[in-house]
């Protein structure tokens, strides 16, 4: 057989085996609410990144998804990278009830259109897309899928408004013309299948819509506890809803045509599921023990901080065979014509995996240019691969491994090289030649020739080079230049890291692991809040001290250039030395026996989260018990021990961490708690009467404020009724877990999360913090002179992290319209550190600000600095799950009258320049401050870039530049 008619077998087979038999592909489907992307928790873009570099999804529907530039920010940061740049997305509609989207691998799917369907509420999306595929394509049986994406109105109470949504929804798709392949899903929000909104979806006649998970009154149901979504948390924080994964709010419909294949798209039975939950954390935080052996660690920490949600995924089959390759093997360097008489020995091919993921290469082969079937093989990222048409010789040549193939050498004077997978698909493709403009030295004259990039085109000849690495002379006297199996150009490395754990308690140390790529020669740690702070070994050791969140960046270079990642909020640190307060107890339940319904109740009254992992309860007897495991108080919030986590048969009351080893006496007792290092946090002492109440089948309920003494029988009582976290009927009476009526910790108020920048201090997405090292920067704060006099105590003996900017003044105003929203209106007023992230914290270095208020229209807030011009929320603060939250810096938008600057990288920040505070820039904050302060390397407002030192760069940046400009908050 001729050569020609070898090569030609491999493509023969192929094509037969398409046209006899059936060709199948796979695509993965995932669903998932990113909770008000990117306004909420910023930066989270890394968490979706690890999320879906495990799932590999390749269909994504997003919900609650907040601008374009969180749209751009998923595709650019989470899914194209490492390599990966197949992902596209539809096209964003802005809109005050459009936050949905859809991402697909446009390797295997195009998009046909877009539309969307208007409610009375918040609007559903359509997109068609068509799978891409070979054999398809010849017979014009294109396959088109219709996916809806819905968020439906929350809370209890809104059955009918999410039935209109849902009827909306099916008006339009009973109105269309056959369509194939329907998937609806999204956000639902509801509690059980016996909702209207439920039964509507699949009772729908015309159209039929099919669940392929377990129907049931889902919330707060053990019997269904894995496939539950919401919450990953049971604290508070990144405006997440609370209390554990306990609610199915989200989901997969499709229509009949799914279930059966007809349309040449089948179900993969029981592939459907919640995503990261093993059924095991039912009212638990998705990152509580147990672990979920199945995702690895890291991936649960990313669904943990990524969003309240976890996201819905199922497989489906495709009956076609995808048009193109997935795979990321390249051709990177050619030996086609060694300095060799006769027959050229050294000849090779070398590939490389420019891929994230492993490249197994069993049944690829070349069809043009060698005769070479690869075997049962993989490929790591990263990695080379040799292919040789003489094995020995090059290894005795060169020292590397090589595969051999089996026709002739290359040509001297060029040829197509043609790498083909097991499926017939073209994978790379490169057609050199030996005369300009490819390079000429590689024809015979010792080197070979070299692809130096492989984030470039290897078909473009510009981009190949002459081998610079020289290897041995030959017997001839030529030299040899080559570097088979590594690149000698070198590549620019990929900064990325992980830890050991990313939710710890001050004083537990992490491990950080570099992952980067490309290999990095010189590593440069940050660690806000670490001690060391910083570190430049590859994988640091690194003790966190202080309770807070905090950012974590890592540097990296090589000869060929640097790369930097920047993770924020990614270490969280707890506090298990707070103080707890014992505030109910549960001694004598009457519904069912002591041994099963015992529990109290503690009340964190700080203003930063407690974590009682370590912590002991005992009595004065023989009771005792070391708490072993995250037990989470949050701050302003409760938490309940008891002996019983089963809500089925200890009452009804969600039990936050089960105990052994203690009993509570009916009729007199103890309850004390020690912290790690045996310190005494609390401690009550009762008698069963007279002095404390002692009813059967009623807690006992402190009645005073956190001021009160816990141990004084006059403010405990009886519980006298029976409330809404009992939420099984019983007779039992209390409050578990919550400020009950007869109890007084919880003051009226609010928590509010901030985030703004400065412009002066703002240098790529971050803010210098470099003000906290001079000797006198305030440890109180620095607001009680002209023009505010304000008269809090707010202040510090330590600092809440190192990544303090700067003091910060928060005022709230109770208004109709930030226009309205003048100095009459102010409610409160409050003094805080701004973190170097965007982040306002208090000086407990939480970012959760408490305001004793209560507001009667809308809030806005008012951010002062120093030496920044004043701004103004343009909206009105929003809560959700319980913290109202505002981040300045997304858009212009943001602050009243567009009273912030561009900084140029997609975010904005406050104006720099008003060194004397009046609200306008002008020469009087030059003549009158900056003048008489330049040359000083001091804490003074005439510092406008806030770099410690005054100078020329705070007039010619940061004043000269915003003269005339004022801020726009009302008077």
Same mark, same amino acid.
């Given at each position: ?38 306004? $909420? ?7 979706f990144?690890?999320?879906n570099?495990?799932?590999k999804?390749d ?10 530039e ?9 899914l ?14 802005t809109?005050?009830?459009?936050? #949905?989207?859809?991402?697909?691998? $446009? ?9 969307v369907?208007? %409610?009375s ?30 968020h ?39 509690y ?11 009772n ?12 049931g ?7 269904y ?17 609370t ?5 199915? &709010? ?7 045509d ?10 993969? =039975? ?24 199945e ?16 996201p ?9 065979? $995808? ?21 050229? $020995? ?22 043009q ?12 990222p ?15 040549? &060169? ?12 040509? #001297?004077?060029?040829?197509?090289l ?5 499926y017939?698909?073209t ?5 050199y ?6 390079p000429?030295?590689p ?8 692809? +130096?990039?492989?984030?470039? *085109?290897?078909s473009?000849?510009a981009?190949?080079?002459a081998?610079a ?7 001839n006297?030529?030299?040899i ?7 000698? +150009? ?8 992980t ?10 140390i ?9 290999? =990095?020669t010189?590593?440069?740690w ?10 430049s ?22 000869? &060929? ?6 993770r ?14 014992i ?6 339940p009457a519904?069912? %026996? ?24 005992? *009595? ?15 701050a ?15 009452g009804?009351f ?7 080893g ?25 008698d069963?009467? =007279?002095?404390? =109440?002692?009813?059967?089948?009623a ?13 004084d029988?006059?403010?405990?009582t ?33 928590y ?50 190192? #990544? ?19 100095s ?11 973190r170097?992230?965007? %982040? ?10 408490? &305001?004793d ?20 929320s ?41 060194a004397?505070?009046?609200g ?16 000083n ?8 870039n ?14 000269y ?6 801020s726009?908050?009302?008077?």
């Open positions: 057989m001729s050569n020609i008619s070898r090569k030609l077998l491999p493509l023969l087979l192929i094509i037969i085996s398409i046209s006899t038999q059936a060709q199948y592909d796979t695509l993965r489907l995932m669903y998932y609410n990113v909770l008000d992307f990117p306004i $909420s928790d910023p930066g989270r873009e890394a968490r990144r690890t999320i570099q495990f799932v999804a269909i994504l529907c997003i919900t609650e998804l907040k601008s374009a969180g749209a751009n920010l998923i595709l650019n940061d989470a194209n990278i490492y390599g990966i740049d197949y992902y596209q997305m539809a096209t964003y509609i809109g005050d009830f459009s936050e #949905n989207l859809i991402y697909f691998n $446009s390797n295997k799917l195009g998009l046909v259109s877009q539309d369907i208007y %409610t509420l918040r609007d559903i999306n359509e997109y068609v897309l068509y799978y891409k595929s070979v054999d398809l394509a010849v017979t014009q049986d294109t396959v088109y899928f219709y996916f809806y994406i819905a439906l109105k929350a809370s209890q109470g809104f059955e009918q408004e999410r039935l209109d949504e849902v009827n909306d929804f099916l008006t339009h798709l009973n109105g269309l013309s056959n369509p194939e392949n329907v998937f609806f899903g999204g956000d639902f929000n509801l059980g299948s016996s909702e209207p909104a439920y039964q509507a979806i699949i729908n006649s015309q159209v039929n819509l099919n669940d392929p998970l377990t129907s009154e889902w919330h707060n149901n053990p019997t506890s894995d496939i539950h979504t919401q919450s990953t948390r049971t604290v508070d924080f990144g405006n997440g809803s209390g554990g994964l306990d609610d199915r &709010f989200d989901f997969i419909f499709f229509t009949d799914v279930n059966s294949g007809s349309q040449k798209v089948k179900y993969i =039975p029981n592939s459907c599921k919640a995503f990261g939950n093993d059924g095991n954390h039912l009212n638990l935080d998705l990152i509580d023990p147990p672990s979920n052996p995702v690895p660690d890291s991936v649960i920490q990313a669904l943990y901080y990524g969003s309240d949600h976890l819905v995924i199922c497989d489906l089959r495709v009956e076609a065979l $995808s048009a193109v390759s997935n795979s990321k093997m390249m051709i990177t360097e050619i030996m086609y014509n060694p300095p060799e008489a006769g027959l050229d $020995s050294m000849e090779f091919i070398e590939l490389y995996n420019g891929g994230a993921l492993p490249e197994n290469l069993e049944g690829f082969y070349f069809e240019g060698i005769d070479f079937t690869f075997p049962a093989m993989s490929v790591n990263g990695e080379f691969l040799v292919l040789a048409l003489n094995a020995d010789a090059v290894n005795n040549t &060169f020292g590397v491994t090589a595969l051999q193939w089996t026709s002739e050498g290359l040509s #001297n004077s060029g040829e197509l043609l790498l083909k997978d097991n017939g698909r994978v790379d493709s490169v057609n030649l030996d005369v300009a403009p490819w000429t030295a024809d015979g004259n010792g080197p070979s020739l070299m692809f +130096c990039d492989p984030e470039l *085109d290897n473009d000849p981009n190949w080079a081998s690495n020289f290897v041995t002379v030959n017997s006297g030529d030299s230049y080559a570097s088979p199996g590594f690149n000698e +150009c070198g590549l620019t490395p990929v900064a990325d890291f830890a050991s754990i990313t939710t710890i308690t001050a004083g537990e992490v491990t950080f692991t570099d992952l980067s790529l490309n290999d =990095p010189q590593w440069n940050t660690f806000n809040g670490g001690t060391p702070s910083t570190s070994i590859q994988n640091p050791v690194i003790t966190y001290n202080t309770s807070g969140s905090y950012l974590v960046s890592l540097a990296v270079s090589n000869d &060929f250039g640097s790369d930097t990642e920047i924020i909020d990614y270490i969280v640190v707890i506090d298990n030395s707070g103080s707890l307060i505030t109910e107890v549960m001694n004598n519904d069912i %026996t002591d041994a099963n319904g015992e529990w109290f109740e503690v009340f964190n009254p700080g203003n930063a989260p407690v974590d009682m992992d370590g912590w002991t309860i005992k *009595d004065d007897g023989t009771d005792i018990h070391i708490i072993s495991g995250s037990v989470i108080v949050p302003k919030g409760f938490a309940v021990l008891g002996i019983n986590s089963n809500t089925g048969s200890n009804g969600t039990c936050d961490y089960q105990y052994t203690i009993y509570l006496g009916n009729s007199g007792d103890e309850i004390e708690l020690l912290r790690p290092d045996n310190s005494q946090v609390d401690k009550i002492l009762w069963g009467g =007279p002095s404390w =109440p002692d009813l059967n089948g807690s006992m309920v402190f009645t005073g404020t956190t001021l009160d003494d816990n141990n029988p006059v403010l405990w009886a519980a006298s009724l029976r409330e809404e976290t009992y939420p099984i009927s019983g007779l039992d009476l209390g409050s578990p877990g919550t400020n009950g009526s007869e109890q007084n910790l919880v003051t009226p108020g609010i509010i999360n901030l985030h703004v920048f400065l412009e002066g201090a703002y240098n790529l997405g971050s803010m210098n913090s470099v003000l906290i090292g001079l000797d006198d920067f305030p440890y109180v704060q620095p607001y009680n002179v002209s023009p505010w006099f304000y008269t809090g105590s707010e202040g510090v003996t330590a600092l809440p992290g190192v #990544n303090i900017v700067d003091w910060i003044l928060v005022e709230i105003r109770d208004a109709f319209s930030a226009a309205t929203a003048t009459l209106t102010i409610l409160a007023t409050q003094a805080a550190f701004l170097s992230d965007g %982040t306002i914290i208090n000086t407990e270095g939480s970012p959760d600000l408490f &305001f208020i209560s507001p009667t229209q809308q809030l806005f807030v008012v951010i002062h600095h120093r030496n920044h011009l004043s701004v103004i343009a909206m009105p603060i929003v809560e959700s799950g319980g913290t109202y939250s505002y981040d300045f810096t997304t858009s212009d938008l943001q602050a009243y009258n567009y009273g912030q600057i561009d900084l140029g990288d997609g975010n904005y920040g406050m104006i720099s320049g008003d004397n505070a009046d306008t820039v002008d020469i009087m904050d030059k003549n009158d401050n900056w003048e008489l302060k330049v040359g390397i001091i804490y003074n407002r005439a510092d406008l806030l770099d410690a030192e005054i100078n020329n760069e705070d007039k010619n940046e940061c004043w530049p915003n003269r005339g400009l004022g726009q908050v009302p008077d």
